[in-house]
């Protein structure tokens, strides 16, 4: 019963390649979210989607597009894959609400190596 | 702009006493949420406890409380009677109420118990 899971764990592939990687949630949330974390530590946010609809865009670089087929799916593509691209990225869930109490569940993180 | 800000790059406790690991915040927004995140080497990010900006008491999850001082703008994470297993990297975030729903986060605080 794994609230959020991601899909692969790792993943380790060349510059220039496409990937994506896959994200599930069954707590019926309505908001996902996609963060990275750097070989510091530093987690930032990328995108946050609710019902489908992109609502959070951090400046990210256009090589990387998120999909939300369904509100309990958020995938992420990348295209031309750099090396900076290495670090380990998050999905996350969350209610929506207007209260800030609202916790974010996050998935085990996939660890993306870039060669 | 918000910010958060965790001083302490790492901390040592001797296993069954309390530790303090501090955090301090900056936003100009009246409503906003203060999170705590606990990862373990394994990676994945386990949610701690929630203060809000308008609650009156310090929150406590079991062995975890908030030392909440909104004058001051922090937020200290107090953990009570240290086991080997609280051994982790510890971030404090912050969500401000809105439609974003992002939460910043500090650069984390490495945590040692040691027996």
């Known amino acids: 019963d794994t609230a959020v899971s991601q899909t692969p764990k790792y993943l380790v592939t060349q510059m220039g390649n496409d990937k994506s990687i896959k994200c599930e949630q069954n707590?019926?949330?309505?908001?996902m979210y996609w963060y990275k974390q750097d070989s510091k530590k530093f987690l930032k946010i990328m995108f946050s989607?609710?019902?489908?609809?992109?609502?959070i865009n951090e400046t990210v670089p256009n090589r990387f597009s998120p999909k939300s087929p369904d509100k309990a799916h958020l995938n992420l593509h990348i295209n031309s894959l750099e090396l900076g691209d290495s670090a380990v990225y998050f999905c996350?869930?969350?209610?929506?609400?207007?209260?800030?109490?609202?916790?974010?569940?996050f998935g085990p993180g996939t660890r993306l190596t870039v060669t | 702009a918000q910010k958060i800000t965790q001083t302490q790059p790492g901390m040592f406790v001797q296993e069954k006493e309390a530790v303090t690991l501090d955090c301090t915040y900056d936003t100009s927004d009246p409503s906003y949420g203060l999170f705590w995140y606990k990862q373990p080497s394994s990676g994945e990010m386990i949610f701690l406890i929630y203060?809000?900006?308008?609650?009156?008491q310090n929150a406590t999850e079991g062995r975890y409380s908030l030392n909440f001082q909104k004058a001051r703008k922090s937020a200290n994470l107090v953990i009570s009677a240290s086991q080997l297993g609280d051994s982790a990297m510890y971030f404090c975030?912050?969500?401000?109420?809105?439609?974003?729903?992002?939460?910043?986060f500090g650069t984390g605080t490495r945590l040692q118990v040691f027996p």
């Open positions: 707590l019926g949330h309505d908001t």
């Open positions: 203060q809000g900006s308008y609650d009156q």
């Open positions: 989607y609710n019902n489908k609809e992109l609502i």
């Open positions: 975030a912050m969500r401000e109420l809105g439609n974003t729903d992002k939460l910043i």
């Open positions: 996350a869930s969350s209610h929506t609400s207007s209260d800030s109490a609202n916790e974010q569940y």
